[in-house]
């Protein structure tokens, strides 16, 4: 296809069953995923942006890189676990992560509102560095703009990062295939429970905090112990299940999971029935999954399991022969259904 | 010096004298550099971010890359000659450009303010991707936030750029050697009176539109040349003073300029008095300095200007003997005069 054909001159999206962007076009469910592919892949199609990935993979000269980027707006600036300097810096290297590069560089695009407490901005730039400094990457380019009092929310973080590929796999939705185990890194949910309860004071008995983490090491050690890894995908916006229904769309393989298989601790599933949230769909920021031959699957648990610090990987389901592209769940009742992704907002900036 | 003893525990900028964060934390002048200077660098210190360059330069396997990094907060969003879009493309390439970079990838994170028109995210969407297409770079990797009404103001957007260097030069501050002709690209101002008349609604007998224009092809023609082009830097916020002060401070050299030599439209120069701007400082999105050897000098103007469309390119001062730092000014009348930084706030959110 070439590339000016392909180009839309009218916009993919019908503008007209949304003629203003919602909170939920961020949400991370379906407004947000029609917004990406009605209107931001069109507009912008090439070949690297189709892949639907994480990040992009490239090559310049005899370097396989990785590039991807993430802004943060998260609210409140600082909740239990973590702080939105460092969810700058771990959420972008998990990307990176995801794309199985070594991270290696980070930008930093700073936009202040008017009237930040200067000292809050040191302690932000600080966690930031901090927070580089845990996974061995360097910010090494950045920039700031200031917008008046009232059109800005204290400050919004943007970074992109840069890494580099050191092994020859195709880690890609595409790579997906069936009989595939697929793992879970860890419990589900806190990350989103924590925000929620920092921003509305709740209260539970335990303080739950976010599992805010970095996962290249688990990662890495997967790639290093010659596994021969299909996917990653970590669970940020909308959670396990729209990652899942991403990859299986993109792949157009089957997923059947098994809700008994997903763990969630008891505090967070507690909090998840009083607020009416589903923890398939809370937000992570530590927890990915993989997809592995099924034959590596024990090995790969064990790897992620050593990496999770307060939490187990588990396997959770695999890769179906059928090419329907959904994702199918069997509930602990034993039923099965169709996971879809959210269609609403679950809970709006979170990261 | 040792990464982590050099790490600011205390944060340099004395927090007192700016409790908060100003307007002109962000406008490009002196309070922007003391940020810049006291806070992020010493934050994030290390080798590449203490270069104080538009992008950060460093080897991946066998390839020399740059990469860099703005967010763009501009007011209007559409204004006589760009909008934020093609601002957000143009603005990042041209960072890369200054680094002597080719420019190949582009990021784009979104931040967008609930109730933005969708008609109008799908004009800047399709404005970028023509903007992309105009200089021959990709769009391959992006994020969409949205927040609350009254949180953001429409539409943010950061780009961040990765580009590859394909010849030996070290285009930086530290490459400035006394006898090196500055060379402008071309008039001054347009870009800052555009902006601030689409905001005001001022009328002026001429409409004065934006230079904003990418500078890769004529930076591109200067290496490909043979000229031996020491430093780059385009005249974005703070104008050509700030660029050359800045400049001047990391190379320690002082740098003599004329100001007959500076091209100022008659119309700029009317709305400069009108609205009392200095044209020195005021931003531009398509005018660049190049400091070359003063036997390249005729040879880059000729290139320069052939790139410059409606412009022409100048000789409009030089590096002298002299390690003061400083920038000085011949004026029209000959006095001679130290060039400043901006102290105060010249014009808010032009990129």
Request: net charge negative; with cysteine.
């Amino acid at each position: 296809m070439n590339e000016s054909t392909a180009f839309a001159p009218v916009c993919p999206l019908p503008i007209s069953q949304y003629p203003q962007i919602q909170m939920a076009h961020g949400g991370g469910g379906k407004l947000m995923h029609d917004l990406i592919e009605k209107m931001f892949v069109p507009a912008f199609h090439n070949t690297l942006i189709d892949v639907r990935h994480d990040g992009a993979v490239f090559g310049i000269k005899d370097a396989r890189l990785a590039f991807t980027t993430d802004s943060y707006v998260v609210k409140p600036l600082f909740f239990p676990g973590g702080d939105i300097g460092s969810l700058a810096v771990t959420g972008t290297v998990n990307d990176l992560a995801m794309c199985g590069a070594k991270p290696l560089y980070l930008s930093a695009g700073f936009i202040l509102e008017e009237g930040i407490e200067t000292e809050k901005l040191w302690r932000i730039v600080q966690l930031m560095r901090q927070a580089a400094d845990a996974v061995g990457v360097q910010l090494v380019t950045g920039d700031t703009k200031v917008v008046d009092r009232g059109k800005g929310d204290e400050i919004f973080i943007n970074t992109a990062g840069v890494g580099v590929i050191e092994h020859g796999l195709t880690i890609s939705p595409n790579s997906v295939r069936p009989g595939d185990a697929i793992i879970l890194s860890g419990d589900l949910g806190r990350h989103g429970i924590a925000i929620m309860a920092a921003r509305e004071g709740l209260e539970f008995e335990t303080v739950i905090e976010s599992d805010c983490a970095p996962l290249a090491a688990a990662v890495g050690g997967l790639i290093s112990a010659g596994i021969e890894v299909r996917c990653l995908r970590d669970l940020t916006r909308g959670g396990l299940a729209s990652a899942l229904v991403e990859i299986a769309e993109a792949s157009g393989h089957e997923i059947n999971i098994e809700e008994e298989k997903i763990a969630v601790r008891e505090d967070v599933q507690g909090a998840c029935e009083i607020l009416g949230f589903d923890p398939m769909y809370l937000a992570n920021e530590g927890r990915f999954i993989a997809f592995v031959p099924a034959g590596d699957a024990d090995r790969a648990i064990e790897i992620m399991s050593a990496h999770a610090f307060d939490t187990s990987a588990a396997r959770i389901g695999v890769v179906s022969e059928k090419t329907s592209g959904l994702v199918t769940m069997k509930s602990l009742i034993g039923a099965s259904r169709i996971v879809d992704m959210f269609s609403g907002e679950q809970l709006p900036r979170i990261c």
